[in-house]
């Protein structure tokens, strides 16, 4: 082996770079999306001395029936997306910005699939 070679490639986030944006992607909706919304539904309140745990519905807090909450997060992503693309570009890793966008895109995209979807199937209610 040559003295300038190396064997080392940079690791799998290096060779899959627009992958790796993704799951970045992935694991922000899973913390910023998934999570709250789980926890939301998890509520401290006390009686008396003691507390006790009710599940409550997010849309106590946001006017939203509890079943359109998980449509806002094509939207409400962006709070997290613009973000970790402007982190991404700083840090001079445009491949893995794009994979950021690009899982973004999908993420919207399947969210106003369902969105029309749900309208459609409402519309044709008869009452």
């Keep these: 082996m040559s003295a300038g070679a190396s064997t080392d490639d940079g690791g799998w986030g290096a060779r899959h770079p627009t992958l790796t944006g993704v ?6 909706h899973a913390v910023f999306a998934v999570v709250p919304f789980a926890l939301s539904s998890l ?10 745990l009710n599940w ?3 849309g106590e807090w946001t006017g939203f029936k509890h079943e359109a909450v998980p449509l806002l997060v094509g939207i ?6 613009i973000p970790a693309v402007l982190l991404a570009l700083k840090l001079r890793v ?8 690009l899982g973004a895109l999908a993420t919207f995209l399947l969210n106003a699939t369902g969105c029309g979807v749900m309208y459609w ?3 044709r209610i008869e009452g």
């Design 94 to 101: 445009p491949a893995v910005a794009r994979g950021i966008v």
């Design 56 to 58: 409550v519905s997010i």
């Design 121 to 123: 199937q409402l519309s």
């Design 76 to 81: 409400v992503q962006l709070y997290y997306v």
């Design 23 to 28: 799951l970045i992607l992935l694991g922000l």
């Design 43 to 52: 509520a401290l309140s006390s009686s008396g001395d003691r507390f006790s």
